[in-house]
């Protein structure tokens, strides 16, 4: 008798620990929930970063392309009727120089007492100061400049002269990714050939 006397005074007990074994489960399942979506996040974020890097590294292949097989004359580089492609320190139409003598391959040197033009936030907001690209494939439209660097030797391994120099130009793209989340800039230095 006293074995179920005692069985009968604990009826409220199992339903207690069930309460609180679903109130450790409801907690678990939450906190689980809550990881899976900062899981999304991160993986949402580290897709548009990844778009925004490809982007950029697009743009700069198709600039490197487009300016190998372009002509560009010294009256470009000096805006002397230099049409459409005017390379100035105002970077109009995202063509850039910030220097002196540039037609003259033994005088030419950029002015480094100015920022470089990259770093100056209404170059990539002013329209007329930079270019873009609408790249392939995604909702991303690239930006870009290109500057002007002087002269080098064609051939490093012989010192610059009348016969053995070439231009330098500088291009700096700029992307951002699908809903802003990731922001890119590359660049790169192309030796005319």
Same mark, same amino acid.
Do not use: H
């Given at each position: 008798m006293k074995e179920i006397g005692s069985f009968n005074n604990q009826k409220g007990a199992l339903l207690?620990?069930?309460?609180?074994?679903?109130? &450790?489960?409801?907690?678990?399942?939450?906190?689980?929930i809550g990881t899976s979506s900062l /899981?999304?996040?991160?993986? +949402?974020?580290?897709?548009?970063q990844q778009a925004s890097f490809e982007a950029a590294e697009y743009t700069l292949s198709w600039v /490197? +392309?487009?300016?190998?097989?372009s002509t560009i004359s010294n009256a470009n580089l000096t805006n002397n009727n230099c049409g459409s492609m005017c390379f100035d320190s105002t970077c109009s139409g995202g063509y850039?120089?910030?220097?002196?003598?540039?037609?003259?391959?033994?005088?030419? /040197? &950029?002015?480094?007492?100015?920022?470089?033009?990259y770093t100056e936030e209404s170059i990539w907001t002013t329209s007329g100061n930079h270019m873009?690209?609408? &790249?392939?494939?995604?909702?991303?439209?690239?930006?870009?400049?290109?500057e002007f660097r002087c002269y080098t030797a064609l051939d490093p391994t012989l010192e610059?002269?009348?016969?053995?120099?070439?231009?330098?130009?500088?291009?700096?793209?700029?992307?951002?990714?699908?809903?802003?989340?990731?922001?890119?800039m590359l660049r790169s230095t192309l030796k005319e050939l």
């Open positions: 207690v620990v069930v309460l609180i074994m679903l109130v &450790i489960i409801s907690m678990l399942g939450m906190s689980t /899981e999304m996040q991160m993986s +949402n974020n580290s897709r548009a /490197e +392309n487009n300016l190998q097989n850039c120089f910030r220097g002196d003598d540039a037609d003259s391959w033994n005088q030419c /040197e &950029i002015d480094d007492s100015d920022p470089d033009p873009t690209l609408a &790249i392939p494939n995604s909702n991303i439209t690239a930006k870009y400049i290109i610059m002269d009348v016969t053995n120099f070439t231009r330098v130009f500088r291009i700096n793209a700029y992307t951002v990714g699908t809903g802003g989340r990731a922001r890119t």
